[in-house]
């Protein structure tokens, strides 16, 4: 395999499959068989999940909600999804540990970057919940900053579409698809891949992104195999 360790994003939309919100439990059976194909070859995988399903801080606000509450909110959010991974991922026979930036005794483990690099090694998929713990800052931030500090030879964004395009493939028919890119090149480009703050800190670190899609079968293991998927972002 290509990579050792990964970290992989998913959002939290991801997990609604073809529901309005929520959910849906085939979507995530799927992923844990995914996740699992790539652990069985020694690939040792870091996780984290929005909580867009469920709730979004940022949506709140504009509704007129305390902007940090709403964040907050949505950090629990996350931590919900982060137990239906779990879950699933269990059922699929793979051992997880779920860590999280807000300290929740009875359902995880607070964070703790030489713990969370320990289940690594032992082969635990480890799930981050509850984002970087602070408001104001995405889920996207939340998986550069563990990315880094797990020392991730990646960061794997699995969307809804295969790449990055020159504009929306789902609105824009004549949108053409980026093989690799540069950091530099998103900034000229004005392409939306992850906030400014996340990708900021990915270019600083100098940590590649693959954006790819997460909802093709054996998508995950090909690029985890270093198979030409999705767009790369490197320096």
Sequence with gaps: MKYNRILLKLSG???????????DPKRLAKYAEDVKKITDKGVEVAIVIGGGNIFRGLAGATNGMDRVQGDYMGMLATIINGLALQSALEEADVQTRLLTSIEMKQIAEPFIKRRAVRHLEKGRVVIFGGGTGNPYFTTDTAAVLRAIEINADVILKGTRVDGIYTSDPEKDKTATKYENLTFKEVLSKDLKIMDMTAFTLSDENKLPIIVFDM??????????SGENIGTLVNH
């Design 215 to 224: 909802n093709k079968e054996g998508n995950l293991f090909q690029v985890v």
């Design 13 to 23: 939309e991801a997990l609604m499959g073809d529901k309005q919100y929520g959910i």
